[in-house]
Each structure stands twice: as structure tokens, then as C-alpha cells.
């Protein structure tokens, strides 16, 4: 691909809630310096020219900045579209009629963690869960495409179903996604508080993809319960059958640094947001062409595809190696210290060792 297919843009690292498990608060994405308006407009102007087809508005809380209507003019004038991630708090209306009059929004994603306040609220902070669904009916009125991502955490496992039928059910969202938290950001402080244990998340595990049995195609997942239950299913199938899985067996776990990279609030380019010490470039000093082609370091993170995960000791005698993708460059990063290194996070064969199970179905 000659120039990202997309570009994920954190315009602030400010945000009006301070969630206990957030990735980006004490990360490299949590920088103190915020772009203005020309700066951002500017960048659009470039993205347009080197024909990327989508942005997705993150922060921080995007709808924090004044100026965000102002930015997606920007993306709109440059024939792009787009999609915001958001907690729903500050949405108001002109926001919501002027994103529904673009024709332009693929969806705002609001994260919403329980089916009420107490379980909502455990991890947000209190009120956030009124908040977020006082969010998602301004966007809704307003006729925005939205949907939702459940993070789920030791607080709200026992709510998870509620949580799918409110938002599908009762709200009507076309579809949903779920992770689980990770060990980034401000959750590498209190993982205790936090991350669910290998039992919890076992637990959280099997509700997942019974839950996800009953809403056929309406529930994603690229990590946490849901995309692993279905990864290790996949494996112990392929290995069970004697064959390996085509692009498995080597470190071919991530492919954003083939399609899209970000960019953090002080305009600096990285390879994905929670890849944000990686540091490219700038936006409007370098050409964003010359590091998509060009620069060393991307092009060594593309070359993780080409390395065995037989050379691994920890994976040299496993029985999934040649199922397994070694899971997320950025997850290995925090865990080992090497992004060229397979994750633990993702291994079929620690989990089982800690007491896990493969989640089989009839």
C-alpha cells in the first residue's frame, strides 16, 4: 500500500474522567502539549492529498476541545470520512447535528462498561454512566450512527449480559465491541484493582462467546475475552486436526503498521497509539509519504512478520506454534520489554498452564 488506507488521531490527551484502567493516561500519548486548530486542519489538508480514506477521532475525550467541529470540517473538505471515540459526557446537540449532517460518520463509539451506575461507575468515576447514555440519546436523536465497546473488568463480569441486551436490545446499536483491560498506561499501577485474574478471565471468557452465540455478527473483539476465546478455539481445532493455520507460526500478530498509524496530541506520527514511544516524526515538519515508504523503523516493525516464533524458547516445544501470531507488538512491549518478542498475554499455552480452559461448544 502506498499511504495509509487510515489515520487515528488523538487531538487532546485532556479528558473529563480519569478512569482507573485507562491505557493512555501515564503513556507516551499523555503529553501536556495540544495542538491548535491550523495545525490539525493543515495535517488534514496533507491526508487528503495522499488519498487516505478515514480518520478516527480519539483522545483523551476529542469532545473536550472546542475546536473539534472545526477539525472534522477539515477532514470533510479533504473527501475523507470519519469516526470518534468518545465517553459520551460532553456530546451535545449542535455536536450531534452537525456530525449527522455531514454524511460523513462511519460512528461515534461510546464506552459504556454496565448495564447502571454501580457497575458503570465502578471503574469512571461517579455519574459517568448517566452521562454516557445522556450521550448516546443526543447522537441518537440527532440520527448519528453509533455503537459501543465494553471493557470489561472484575467489576462488571457479573453485568456483561445486562450490559449486551441494553445496548442492543434496548438501545438498538447495529453492533458492539468488547476488550478487556490491559496492561498499559495508568492500569500498570493498580493491575491488582483492575485486571481480571486467569480464573475471571476464563469466566469472562465463556459468557463472551456464549453471549456472542446469541447475537450472531453484532459482537467483535480484537483483543480481551471475546477475540482470544475465539483465537484459542481456532488453534486447539487447527492443532487437534494436525495443520497449521496460514500466517500463523510467526510474529503476525498486529497488521495496523501495513494500513494506518497515529499521530499523539503534540502532533508527533507513531506507528499505533499504544506503540506511542515510537516516535516517526512530526506531522506538518515530515512528509507522512516518506514515513509510510520510508522510515526505518516502520519498515523493521513490518519485517516482525518474518520472524519464527521457533526461535523463541518459550515457544519451541509448544504445540500451537504453528496456530499461534505471537498476539500484539505493544502488549509485548509492556510485558518483555521487546516488541519483537511474542506476548505472554496472548499465549495459549500460559494460560493453560495458570489454570485456564478452551472454551468448547457443541
Known amino acids: 500500500m502506498k499511504s495509509p488506507k487510515s489515520m487515528d488521531l488523538d487531538i487532546t490527551s485532556r479528558c473529563n474522567l480519569k478512569c482507573k484502567y485507562c491505557f493512555q493516561r501515564t503513556s507516551p500519548t499523555d503529553t501536556k502539549t495540544e495542538l491548535p486548530t491550523e495545525e490539525w486542519m493543515a495535517f488534514c489538508g496533507e491526508l487528503g492529498d495522499c488519498a487516505v480514506m478515514s480518520v478516527c477521532i480519539g483522545g483523551g475525550e476529542p469532545f473536550i476541545?472546542?475546536?473539534l467541529l472545526e477539525i472534522i470540517d477539515a477532514v470533510i473538505e479533504n473527501r475523507m470520512r470519519f469516526s470518534i471515540l468518545s465517553n459520551g459526557g460532553l456530546i451535545r446537540?449542535?455536536?450531534?447535528?452537525?456530525?449527522?449532517?455531514?454524511?460523513?460518520c462511519d460512528y461515534v463509539q461510546i464506552s459504556v462498561d454496565g448495564s447502571c451506575p454501580e457497575t458503570h461507575d465502578s471503574l469512571r468515576g461517579s455519574g459517568s454512566f448517566e452521562a454516557a447514555m445522556r450521550g448516546v440519546r443526543t447522537?441518537?436523536?440527532?440520527?448519528?450512527?453509533?455503537?459501543?465497546?465494553?471493557?470489561?473488568?472484575?467489576?462488571?463480569?457479573?453485568?456483561?449480559?445486562?450490559?449486551?441486551?441494553?445496548l442492543l436490545d434496548e438501545i438498538g446499536m447495529p453492533s458492539i465491541s468488547t476488550?478487556?483491560?490491559?496492561?498499559?498506561?495508568?492500569?500498570?499501577?493498580?493491575?491488582?484493582?483492575?485486571?481480571?485474574?486467569?480464573?475471571?478471565f476464563c469466566d469472562a471468557m465463556e459468557r463472551s462467546l456464549i453471549i456472542a452465540e446469541q447475537y450472531p455478527r453484532r459482537i467483535s473483539a480484537a483483543d480481551g475475552p471475546l477475540a482470544l476465546g475465539r483465537t484459542f478455539q481456532e488453534m486447539e481445532k487447527a492443532r487437534a486436526e494436525g495443520r497449521a493455520i496460514p500466517g500463523r507460526g510467526y510474529l503476525t500478530g498486529c497488521g495496523c503498521m501495513w494500513s494506518k498509524l497515529a499521530v499523539r496530541p503534540d502532533g508527533v506520527i507513531v506507528p499505533c497509539n499504544m506503540l506511542a514511544h515510537i516516535e516517526l516524526g512530526r506531522m506538518n515538519r515530515d512528509l507522512l509519504l516518506r514515513i509510510?515508504?520510508?522510515?526505518?523503523?516502520?519498515?523493521?516493525?513490518?519485517?516482525?512478520?518474518?520472524?519464527?516464533?521457533?526461535?523463541?524458547?518459550?515457544c519451541?516445544?509448544?504445540?500451537?506454534?504453528?496456530?499461534?501470531?505471537?498476539?500484539?507488538?505493544?502488549?509485548?512491549?509492556?510485558?518483555?520489554?521487546?516488541v519483537f518478542a511474542p506476548s505472554p498475554d496472548g499465549c495459549l499455552k500460559r494460560f493453560l498452564e495458570h489454570g485456564g480452559r478452551i472454551i468448547r461448544f457443541p
Do not use: M
Not at 93 to 104: C, D, K, L, N, Q
Not at 292 to 314: A, C, G, K, M, V
Open 139 to 166: 447522537l441518537q436523536d440527532a440520527g448519528v450512527p453509533i455503537t459501543s465497546r465494553i471493557t470489561i473488568h472484575r467489576y462488571n463480569l457479573d453485568d456483561l449480559e445486562n450490559t449486551v441486551h441494553l
Open 65 to 67: 476541545r472546542d475546536d
Open 316 to 338: 519451541a516445544d509448544c504445540p500451537w506454534q504453528l496456530t499461534c501470531s505471537g498476539n500484539c507488538p505493544a502488549s509485548s512491549y509492556t510485558r518483555t520489554g521487546n
Open 179 to 200: 476488550n478487556s483491560t490491559c496492561y498499559l498506561g495508568v492500569a500498570r499501577k493498580n493491575p491488582d484493582e483492575v485486571a481480571l485474574t486467569p480464573a475471571e
Open 292 to 314: 509510510w515508504q520510508d522510515h526505518p523503523e516502520l519498515n523493521r516493525l513490518r519485517n516482525r512478520y518474518t520472524i519464527p516464533l521457533s526461535t523463541f524458547s518459550e
Open 93 to 104: 446537540p449542535e455536536h450531534a447535528e452537525y456530525i449527522a449532517s455531514t454524511g460523513r
